[in-house]
C-alpha cells in the first residue's frame, strides 16, 4: 500500500515540475522542465524590457547572461519558450524588416 503511495508522489511531483508550452500558429507545444522554462522567460522578458530587439540580438543577449549558469540548450529553449509567450500573447512581433520581439502592452 505505501508503495503505490510513494509512486503516485512521485509521478505527482514530476507532473508539477513540467510545463507544457503553447506555439503561435497552434502547432503542438513541448513539455519543458518548468524551472528551465521560468529561467528563460524572465532571461527574455528582462532584455526586451528596455527595448526591441531582433531574434539575433535577443539569442546573443540570452547565451550572454545565461553562459554558465544554465544547464541545456540555450538556444533550443530560448526559442520554446519565446514561442509559448507568442502565443500567450506577453511578446510580440513588430513589422519592419528586421522583425524584432517587444513586450506586449498589458
Given at each position: 500500500?505505501?508503495?503505490?503511495?510513494f509512486v503516485?508522489?512521485?509521478?505527482?511531483?514530476w507532473?508539477?515540475?513540467?510545463?507544457?508550452?503553447?506555439?503561435?500558429?497552434?502547432k503542438?507545444?513541448?513539455?519543458?522542465d518548468?524551472?528551465?522554462?521560468?529561467?528563460?522567460?524572465r532571461?527574455?522578458?528582462?532584455?526586451?524590457?528596455?527595448?526591441?530587439?531582433?531574434h539575433?540580438?535577443?539569442?546573443?543577449?540570452?547565451n550572454?547572461?545565461?553562459n554558465?549558469?544554465?544547464s541545456?540548450?540555450?538556444?533550443?529553449?530560448?526559442?520554446?519558450?519565446?514561442l509559448?509567450l507568442?502565443?500567450r500573447?506577453?511578446i510580440?512581433?513588430?513589422?519592419?524588416?528586421p522583425?524584432?520581439y517587444?513586450?506586449?502592452?498589458?
Amino acid at each position: 500500500m505505501s508503495y503505490k503511495k510513494f509512486v503516485f508522489i512521485c509521478v505527482h511531483s514530476w507532473l508539477i515540475m513540467k510545463i507544457l508550452t503553447k506555439h503561435p500558429l497552434g502547432k503542438s507545444g513541448k513539455n519543458i522542465d518548468r524551472q528551465k522554462y521560468e529561467t528563460l522567460k524572465r532571461a527574455i522578458l528582462s532584455a526586451l524590457r528596455s527595448k526591441e530587439l531582433t531574434h539575433t540580438e535577443l539569442f546573443k543577449q540570452l547565451n550572454k547572461n545565461l553562459n554558465k549558469k544554465f544547464s541545456g540548450n540555450i538556444s533550443w529553449y530560448g526559442e520554446t519558450v519565446k514561442l509559448d509567450l507568442e502565443a500567450r500573447k506577453i511578446i510580440g512581433r513588430t513589422s519592419s524588416k528586421p522583425q524584432k520581439y517587444r513586450l506586449k502592452p498589458r
